[in-house]
């Protein structure tokens, strides 16, 4: 496609399930990132990838958040035993080389957590 | 102390004027900022980047950039209606690894 493309682009669920939101990056593009954006809120780094690895983690906020990309391309963010406090809008971006800012971001996509 | 800090707002301005949005941040050492603007409900957009002392300009947009003082900004020229938006500062420090420090943004109202 010829933009950042992110699944599902709502998602409701009930606390303490897990939930895994995918982001297919622009073709080509070997930088992806994850953010969050709470209501009202600036963004939140959660992660960075170069390519399939990831040279800094230090945003996820617990060890019930993973992410992983596979093929340089598609890029899965797991949250386990979701919590109210996970509600949120989980953008996804991409750029085109390690310039180190995210530069194409998909339309997101709103978790809300009953 | 937040890490980059702007006025939440809402900034108000008629038409055809000058918007002057600012943003302060606290890490010495940041090398690279952006300024992203996000229409309400949409995904935030990259609009302007500065890395050097000055100013730099593209079409209507100014950014500029102080860092004795930490301090970059954002004037839009001859505003309209479409501006309109919320404007997210961006910072990155100096290990370039893709973590960007988001301010909270300042809603811009450009009145017809």
């Known amino acids: 496609g010829a933009g950042v493309s992110q699944s599902p682009s709502n998602k409701v669920t009930e606390k303490g399930k897990d939930v895994e939101l995918r982001c297919d990056p622009i073709s080509g593009h070997t930088a992806l990132y994850w953010y969050r954006q709470r209501l009202g809120q600036g963004l939140e780094f959660l992660i960075y990838f170069q390519g399939n690895s990831a040279p800094d983690k230090s945003g996820l906020p617990s060890d019930r958040f993973s992410a992983e990309r596979t093929g340089e391309s598609v890029s899965t963010l797991t949250i386990q035993r979701t919590q109210q406090e996970d509600s949120a809008v989980y953008l996804c971006?991409?750029?085109?080389?390690?310039?180190?800012?995210?530069?194409?971001f998909g339309d997101g996509t709103r978790l809300s957590i009953l | 102390q937040k890490e980059v800090e702007q006025n939440s707002g809402p900034l108000s301005v008629p038409e055809g004027a000058i918007a002057s949005l600012n943003c302060t941040y606290s890490?010495?050492?940041?090398?690279?900022f952006f300024w992203y603007r996000q229409y309400s409900g949409k995904s935030p957009e990259l609009i302007m980047s500065i890395y050097s002392n000055g100013d730099k300009e593209d079409g209507r947009f100014t950014a500029q950039l102080n860092k004795a003082s930490q301090y970059v900004s954002l004037l839009i020229r001859d505003s309209q209606p479409s501006d309109s938006a919320t404007y997210l500062c961006a910072v990155m420090g100096s290990s370039n690894t893709g973590k960007l420090i988001f301010g909270q943004g300042t809603t811009l109202q450009v009145k017809p």
């Open positions: 890490d010495r050492v940041s090398q690279s």
């Open positions: 971006a991409s750029s085109k080389g390690g310039t180190g800012q995210p530069q194409h």
